[in-house]
């Protein structure tokens, strides 16, 4: 079945850094969805991606959806504390577009060191 | 607009018992998905309803079943509870349509024991 692969599994960074994290597939996505899940809550989306190649902002943070479709990074510029948390990348099953229906990724840990 | 609210916030259920779990989705969104998220692991989608029908699920057995009610809020319902069900249980609403934006609740924290 589909599966996405998230790596690296954990981070641990001094504040200031930047910080860049992966997620691969050996299935075609046509969209590519990037999560924050701090504790105790639900996942926040941070960005959409919806077409190959693309390359979208959202503050310190930017996405990228890979070219083959199979995959897409993330990356923080000059991390903070409140950077702390688990990372989630996730698209829709069998390359539909319903993104109510998303297979996860297994999350990246970041713990940020003041 | 609230957000999504989830009821209860935790829970311990002894196995082979049946629970009920509750989301309200935000106003006016007629969409929800159901997500069982284990310790450690990324949420698995476990079904959608859309206007009060099913409209599609994930890998789980027919003892997971939900319910969509007219004011589009939803229930998650777990038979015959096995200790494996415990997990962070998260459903997410939206206004339907392609790659719509979805909103997630903070969870029921399920633990069978």
């Known amino acids: 079945g589909q599966q996405l692969n998230q790596s690296p599994q954990s981070m641990f960074i001094q504040e200031g850094e930047d910080v860049s994290m992966n997620c691969t597939s050996s299935?075609?996505?046509?969209?590519w969805l990037w999560y924050k899940q701090d504790p105790g809550e639900g996942p926040v989306l941070l960005i959409a991606?919806?077409?190959?190649?693309e390359l979208t902002s959202n503050g310190r943070l930017t996405a990228q959806f890979g070219i083959t479709r199979k995959d897409s990074f993330l990356n923080i510029s000059a991390s903070i504390p409140s950077d702390v948390g688990i990372y989630f990348c996730a698209g829709p099953f069998h390359g539909s577009s319903n993104t109510g229906k998303l297979i996860f990724g297994q999350g990246t840990t970041l713990q940020v060191k003041p | 607009e609230t957000g999504v609210t989830q009821s209860p916030t935790h829970l311990i259920k002894t196995r082979g018992q049946q629970v009920t779990l509750r989301c309200s989705s935000q106003?006016?969104?007629?969409?929800v998905s159901w997500y069982q998220q284990a310790l450690g692991q990324g949420p698995q989608f476990i079904f959608q309803y859309y206007r009060e029908e099913e409209n599609g699920r994930g890998n789980f057995p027919p003892r997971f079943s939900g319910l969509q009610f007219p004011n589009y809020s939803s229930e998650l319902n777990v038979n015959a509870l096995e200790l494996d069900d415990s997990a962070l249980y998260l459903c997410?609403?939206?206004?339907?349509?392609?790659?719509?934006?979805?909103?997630f609740g903070s969870g029921t924290r399920l633990t069978v024991v």
């Open positions: 997410a609403s939206s206004l339907g349509g392609q790659n719509s934006g979805y909103t």
């Open positions: 991606l919806y077409k190959a190649g």
């Open positions: 106003s006016g969104h007629n969409t």
């Open positions: 299935s075609i996505f046509n969209t």
